[in-house]
C-alpha cells in the first residue's frame, strides 16, 4: 500500500500561480494529477515518471503548467501559472508501480491521494 499525501491548495485570484506537491509513502513509478470540479468527472491534469523521462499535460494546462521531481520514487510538484477560475477542482495526486509511462487514463493508476481544493476567483 502507498499513501498519497497532497500539499499546496488553497484560494488563489485568476492569474496567479500555485504549486502542488505530492509525497508518497513507498516508491512509485509514476505520479500525477487529477482534478474533479463539482458535477463533472474526474478529469487528467499532468502526470511524469519518477525520472522525468516520461511526461504528458492535458490540452487544458498544456503551456502554462510544469511538472517536477527530485529525481526519487517518492515526491512530485505541479506548478500551474495563469489559473482561471475554470482551474477550480478537487485536485487528486496518483500514483503506480505497473505502468512505465505517464499515462492520461486513471484506470492505471493504484493508490489516489485525499485530494486538495484549489479555489480561483475572478
Known amino acids: 500500500q502507498v499513501h498519497l499525501v497532497e500539499s499546496g491548495g488553497g484560494l488563489v485570484q485568476a492569474g496567479d500561480s500555485l504549486r502542488l506537491s505530492c509525497k508518497a509513502s513507498r516508491p512509485t513509478y509514476v505520479m500525477g494529477w487529477f482534478r474533479q470540479a463539482p458535477g463533472t468527472e474526474r478529469e487528467f491534469v499532468a502526470a511524469i515518471t519518477y525520472n522525468g523521462a516520461s511526461s504528458s499535460y492535458a490540452d487544458s494546462v498544456r503551456g502554462r503548467s510544469k511538472l517536477s521531481t527530485d529525481g526519487t520514487e517518492y515526491t512530485m510538484a505541479l506548478e500551474m501559472n495563469n489559473l482561471a477560475p475554470q482551474d477550480t477542482a478537487v485536485y487528486y495526486c496518483?500514483?503506480?508501480?505497473?505502468?512505465?509511462?505517464?499515462?492520461?487514463?486513471?484506470?492505471?493508476?493504484?493508490?489516489w491521494g485525499q485530494g486538495t481544493q484549489v479555489t480561483v476567483s475572478s
Open positions: 496518483a500514483a503506480a508501480r505497473t505502468i512505465t509511462s505517464a499515462t492520461m487514463e486513471s484506470e492505471h493508476y493504484e493508490w
